[in-house]
């Protein structure tokens, strides 16, 4: 009952999931793919059960023209007896479903809860398809740009420059170090702020935060980024790295 998402395998098989049922059920293809299942075509082989409620459901490469039939992904809404209860949001769970015997064999691996929003359409992937960056190409990187800031700074070429009320601080960032360290401002100060990583290595990330201006910024390897605030409080605000590396 209630069936909402069909995905498919290698081996001819399609996984729909069953909402109102909380199962995935594996039924058979006809036509060219008959030959690769030993059950009759368009045939339903097994209703397997999930917790609970299940929508979205994901098979490993299951939509490309080559599915790897691993493994399904159930992409279960309700999980309610499956984790100690911490309130009255519980989580969602993701279940991982071995499917790569044919027949009634199919079986449920792993439960995973999710702790947000109820999980929608979502694909696998071979991992080497992915050529993700580790640090950003070029020290002082602007992401949104993908190009190096004209405000970025190299180590040694940092500064502050006043210009009446305005001041313009061009900052670096390393391991245990903002350079410059200390920046004196006047009550009524525009601040316009650059800040540089000068890091190479992969997941030296970091951050700065002004807890007292609601500043909070996460700069990963060689990232560059610029924020703007007007100086309107008197006082002593300290700045210091989120990802807490001692600068
Ligand atoms: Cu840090």
């Known amino acids: 009952l209630g069936p909402f998402h069909t995905v498919y395998d290698d081996k001819g098989y399609a996984y729909t999931s069953m909402f109102l049922d909380s199962a995935v059920a594996r039924w058979t293809l006809g036509g060219p793919y008959a030959s690769k299942h030993p059950e009759q ?16 459901i994901a098979a490993a ?24 209860n911490v309130g009255p949001l519980m ?17 449920v691996l792993y439960d995973m809860p999710i ?3 109820e999980p929608h359409y979502a694909q696998i992937i071979k991992a080497e398809k992915l050529k993700p960056w580790q640090v950003y190409p070029e020290i002082g990187w602007n992401p949104e740009t993908q190009s190096v800031d004209p405000n970025a700074v190299k180590a040694g070429s940092e500064k502050i420059v006043r210009n009446g ?19 004196e401002l006047n009550k009524g100060d525009h601040v316009v702020w650059h800040l540089t990583s000068l890091e190479r290595t992969p997941d030296a990330t970091h951050g700065f935060a002004i807890p007292g201006y609601n500043i909070n910024l ?30």
């Open 41 to 56: 075509p368009w045939t339903l082989v097994q209703k397997l059960p999930v917790q609970y409620n299940i929508g979205h």
């Open 115 to 117: 702790g947000m929003a």
């Open 218 to 247: 996460s700069l990963e390897p060689g990232e560059s980024q610029t924020v703007e605030f007007d100086a309107d409080k008197d006082g002593t605000f300290p700045f210091y790295c989120t990802d807490f590396c001692s600068a």
């Open 91 to 107: 989580p969602q769970n993701f279940q991982l479903v071995d499917i790569s015997q044919t027949g009634d064999k199919m079986q």
């Open 165 to 183: 009320n305005n001041v313009e601080i061009w900052m670096s960032v390393i391991r245990s170090h903002y350079t410059p360290d200390l920046v």
């Open 61 to 84: 490469e299951g939509d490309t023209a080559s599915p790897d039939g691993q493994y399904v992904v159930a992409l279960d809404k309700w999980s309610i007896d499956r984790f100690a």
